[in-house]
């Protein structure tokens, strides 16, 4: 069984940053194509960013290009985000997930496995 394990989130000023990381479990992760979703308050979830299995090719959403990245290390089994210049309309709890599909995929439908998200609060 596969298992996401998101940390990091918490409180911070806008302007800051924060970093989040995802432990995976289970199942063969350097195979997985990885992607971080998000959850605005009263919104659907949205993409927000994606790396390949290879972590060769990244994609992230425009909202938020140049300020977060993500990476991942195949030998420790982790993905993260690391988040720059936070603003207020960054405040969402953050999904870590993983997709069999090849590439960077950004559809919530290409992902077979999340984590149970963890909360992001950029303050005004």
């Known amino acids: 069984q596969v298992q996401l394990v998101e940390s990091g989130g918490g409180l911070v000023q806008a302007g800051g940053s924060l970093r989040l990381s995802c432990a995976v479990s289970g199942g063969t992760f350097s195979t997985y194509t990885m992607g971080w979703f998000r959850r605005l308050p009263g919104k659907e979830r949205e993409f927000v960013a994606a790396?390949?299995?290879?972590?060769?090719?990244?994609l992230h959403a425009d909202s938020v290009r140049g300020r977060f990245t993500i990476s991942r290390d195949n030998a420790k089994k982790t993905v993260s985000l690391q988040m720059n210049s936070l603003k207020p309309e960054d405040t969402a709890v953050y999904y870590c997930?993983?997709?069999?599909?090849?590439?960077?995929?950004?559809?919530?439908?290409?992902?077979?496995?999340w984590g149970q998200g963890t909360q992001v609060t950029a303050s005004a």
């Open positions: 790396i390949s299995w290879k972590g060769g090719s990244t």
């Open positions: 997930a993983a997709s069999t599909r090849i590439g960077t995929p950004r559809s919530l439908d290409d992902y077979n496995y």
